[in-house]
């Protein structure tokens, strides 16, 4: 069972530290990680030998609190927990394209998006920050006129600035050096009260033996007040004997304004810190505010009404008005309008939706009422797991971690031994005593555990909440470092570098009379009443052309071969074929494959041979088609390759990630699409069993692979890579199986998440770097060590500065990360530093004419590509813009250019010219 507690009490590396050796001491625990940015604990037990209090128990043992964690709000340990189950009928499988993630807890009734206990929590550290902001008010106004006693002759001799009378009157000189010294204890004391949590801490941790962060600054204040109160009694004794010597020296030697200085600069890193560690949250944050508040509920009288949102249960019907955002996850049942889904996908353009289509929660309806009926509601919402997943990521580590984590768990005992250690080698050299505690004291205070603890947190929230806002969900800080680590990238072919929806791309007519239209006409007909893919294909292609598809009768179909049938209606013939004699009712026609139509005796002549090669090696496969004793034409049919798969090719290549293409398909059509895309490798023909046995052996010869995929034939070999990246229009199974999921379903997305990992991952050596090189340089110039050498002395007030600033730089450089950009723009998948100049475009383009060509004779893909390379080799033509749904090409004219020229060009690349008209 796997449960998460919050945590409080923790405010370094050293708690976080202690907290997991408590808890993982506990018999049943298989693992539990504490992170101490988000003051959570992740715990897998067995509930057969543990119950949550008993893990409460051991932290509350350990001198922290802790509650669990239910349905995102924190709870008492052992506290009930009421949830409400949904009413009405249940969700249909696979409600939502984009709602394939992993299960969330299920609490129906609950605010989507845990929105109640981030409220909590946000309350707490929003009332913790104004307690801070206070404390440090205070602390500062005591500070300022501490620091002026303390150091005013200082004042005076550096910047020349005049000792006020009653400053020379009660203050100066021996004969006032009890009141100098009073002085600057009464003006510590509401400091040291203002910030007594350091001692309160600091000394429970120390005894608990589980010392901390506070532990040394409470041990360092203490020293240096302890020493200013033993001044304070031999100024005394020197006055009350007329030792002036003895009054000088120790008046000299009061360290007050240390503490308070210590006490105020710590706090003021706190401050800043916490500032900027709430920043590091924000991505979370605009996650649950994108959370819709109220719904309208459709009762069954037909009455509306508006509710929370927390209240709408599955089964229940709601209304979506324009603007309005979608409250949960629902399907269409009456009415059409157009959703903005950015807010989800990232995506900008917008998605039309009408009965039947699915709606997700926390997306715009941008135009048109839509009536739905709730699917997923509170935490089963594809919001609400999306927000889970980030929270989830964010509190994760990576394995880069490790080291630090181990070094935190000795950091502040070894730093304590350090500081004594100090105190008595100096004692022991001959110094004085004021000289030794200075030094041990900045030992204490110039240690920083905590940017040990925060360098790899920040880093891996900032970072998972930079790729939800691609559209990049990452489950873990493992996942990050994996990725950053690859070398190699396999992807399956269908629906990953392809579209996965089959699309007729060639049309060949081998006879004189018949268009292709018609023929486009005949095999719809046949087509559809099959239920093979390549049969849609044919009858979408139809419909997207506007052309009527006859009825047929005596319908056969031979699996695997093809299908037959008999017209029962007439196509009249094309203007534009004067050979055309149209096609008569009651003649049998045949479309299928090349072992089909030979098999009913249709003989292929050589050119037919060539063309059916011809498709197939560029991908298609051919669907013949004929009438009996006559060869009529083929069509090329193939899946479409993404408009984005070739320049994400393109950048894992730049980056020096070998790439692998895995299909089931044939040898032939893989090979196709691996010219065209340039890929370096291609595994064909492999069954499930096959692509995961492949991840394998790559992994075997050394290689960091990531698998994407996005069918549930790629959850295997999704599992046994280092890395699996599941499209976002994938299935449930493989999305379980991913640890990276890309919600657009783009593959340059994919691209964008290795390129965030590796900024994530250096980033945290950054951070690391720093932390470990700060304390590494730090704590012996504290100690002295370069004081024999060259005079070099640490004051424990820079100490305490430097300490405070340390944690500031880490989160600071993390926060960088949140100026991350994708490296494509507007779908164009520039690089960064490869942007283009418009400005300089603009400048060079001359004035241009647009002419729009309206174009009779085009069926497909092949066709407007050969009308478009016939018109841009026209002198004078610059950017040419077709359009097969309406039959035009938009021509932009850089000169004069007659349309005599463009008609010519256009009837000898073999279709006709009905109208050129300037725009």
Not at 287 to 303: K, Q
Not at 498 to 512: F, H, S
Not at 833 to 851: F, I, Q, V
């Amino acid at each position: 069972m796997k449960e998460r507690f919050h945590i409080s009490g923790m405010t370094c590396s050293a708690c976080s530290s202690h907290v997991e050796k408590a808890v993982n001491k506990l018999t049943g625990v298989e693992k539990a990680s504490v992170n101490l940015l988000t003051e959570t604990m992740e715990v897998s037990y067995d509930e057969k030998m543990l119950e949550g209090q008993d893990i409460a128990a051991a932290v509350e043992r350990a001198g922290y609190g802790a509650e669990r964690i239910v349905g995102g709000s924190p709870h008492r340990s052992g506290e009930s927990v009421r949830r409400r189950e949904p009413a009405g009928s249940s969700c249909r499988d696979g409600a939502c394209d984009l709602s394939n993630l992993p299960e969330a807890g299920k609490e129906s009734g609950k605010r989507p998006g845990r929105t109640g206990g981030r409220n909590s929590l946000q309350k707490k550290a929003e009332e913790e920050g104004r307690a801070m902001k206070w404390r440090l008010g205070i602390s500062v106004a005591f500070l300022l006129p501490l620091m002026y006693v303390a150091m005013y002759h200082m004042y005076n001799e550096w910047f020349g600035l005049p000792i006020p009378g009653f400053v020379h009157r009660y203050l100066h000189g021996g004969e006032n050096a009890v009141t100098f010294a009073m002085t600057q204890l009464l003006l510590l004391l509401p400091i040291v009260y203002m910030n007594r949590k350091f001692f309160t801490v600091g000394f429970r941790t120390l005894g608990h033996f589980s010392p901390n962060m506070d532990s040394l600054i409470a041990l360092g204040a203490s020293a240096a007040i302890v020493y200013g109160i033993f001044a304070l009694y031999r100024i005394s004794y020197g006055l009350g004997h007329g030792d002036m010597a003895l009054v000088e020296q120790y008046s000299q030697d009061l360290y007050f304004e240390s503490a308070g200085m210590i006490l105020t600069l710590v706090t003021v890193g706190k401050y800043l810190e916490s500032r900027s560690k709430g920043k590091t949250g924000e991505a979370i944050t605009k996650l649950m505010d994108l959370s819709p508040r109220t719904a309208i509920l459709l009762t069954e009288d037909g009455t509306e009404m508006e509710i929370p949102t927390e209240e709408l249960r599955a089964g229940d019907i709601f209304l979506v008005k324009p603007g309005s955002l979608v409250p949960v996850d629902g399907t269409v049942l009456e009415g059409s309008s157009s959703v903005d889904e950015a807010a989800i996908t990232g995506e900008s353009v917008p998605v039309e939706k009408q009965e039947g289509d699915r709606v997700v929660s926390a997306t715009v309806n941008k135009a048109g009422f839509l009536k739905c009926r709730a699917d997923r509601v509170g935490e089963d919402t594809t919001l609400s797991q999306i927000i889970r997943l980030v929270e989830e990521a964010s509190a994760s580590k990576a394995p880069i971690a490790q080291l630090a984590d181990k070094v935190a768990g000795v950091f502040v005992p070894v730093v304590i031994c350090i500081a004594l250690v100090t105190l008595a080698a100096w004692l022991l050299a001959g110094a004085g005593g004021e000289f030794a505690i200075s030094t041990a004291i900045a030992v204490l205070v110039i240690s920083c555990p905590c940017a040990l603890g925060l360098a790899t947190p920040v880093a891996i929230m900032v970072g998972t909440g930079v790729g939800a806002g691609h559209g990049i969900l990452i489950k873990s800080g493992e996942a990050l470092q994996q990725a950053r680590e690859t070398d190699t990238v396999v992807m399956d072919k269908t629906g990953t570098i392809t579209a996965g929806r089959l699309k007729c791309m060639q049309v060949d007519v081998c006879v004189e009379d018949m268009s292709a239209e018609t023929l486009i006409q005949i095999a719809a007909a046949l087509e559809k009443k099959s239920e093979h893919p390549l049969a849609e294909a044919v009858v979408e292609h139809a419909k997207s052309l506007n052309l009527s598809i006859p009825e047929i009768r005596e319908f056969t179909a031979v699996f695997g071969r093809g299908v037959e049938g008999v017209l029962t209606e007439d196509i009249p013939p094309r203007r534009m074929i004067p050979e055309e004699a149209g096609v008569k009712a009651g003649k049998r026609y045949f479309v299928g494959n090349q072992a089909y139509l030979e098999s009913i005796g249709i003989v292929l002549d050589k050119v037919a041979l060539q063309k059916i090669a011809a498709l197939a090696d560029e991908g298609m496969t051919p669907l013949l088609a004929a009438e009996k004793g006559r060869f009529l034409g083929i069509i090329g049919v193939a899946d479409e390759v993404k408009s984005s798969s070739r320049e994400a090719i393109r950048r894992f290549k730049e980056m020096g990630i070998h790439v692998v293409m895995l299909t089931g398909d044939n040898r032939r059509t893989a090979e196709a699409v691996r010219k065209r895309l340039d890929i370096e490798e291609v595994v064909a023909e492999v069954l499930p069993q096959d692509k995961e046995k492949k991840i394998r052996q790559l992994r075997e010869k050394g290689h960091k692979v990531a698998m994407i995929g996005d069918g549930i034939n790629d959850a295997p070999a999704l599992a046994a890579a280092d890395v699996g990246m599941a499209i976002g229009a994938g299935t449930d199974v493989a999305m379980e199986s991913a640890d990276i999921i890309l919600m657009k379903s783009d593959l340059r997305d994919a691209v964008t998440a290795v390129r965030l990992s590796r900024a994530v991952i250096r980033n945290i050596r950054q951070n690391l770097f720093w932390a470990f090189f700060y304390n590494v340089i730090g704590i012996p110039l504290a100690a002295g060590v370069w004081y024999p050498i060259f005079g070099i002395k640490l004051n424990p007030m820079f100490g305490a500065a430097a300490m405070s600033l340390s944690s500031v730089f880490v989160v600071g450089n993390a926060l960088r990360l949140k100026g991350f950009r994708s490296g494509f723009q507007s779908g164009q998948g520039e690089a960064d530093g490869e942007k283009t100049d418009s400005m300089t475009m603009h400048a060079e383009r001359k004035e241009t004419m647009k002419k729009i060509i309206t174009i009779e004779g085009m069926m497909c893909g092949h066709c407007t590509g050969r009308v478009q390379k016939a018109l841009e080799a026209v002198e004078g033509v610059g950017a040419v813009t077709m359009s097969l749904e309406t039959k035009t090409a938009e021509v932009e004219l850089n000169g004069e250019v007659a349309d005599e020229t463009l008609t010519a060009a256009v009837t000898g690349a073999g279709y006709e010219v009905t109208g050129v008209e300037v725009k």
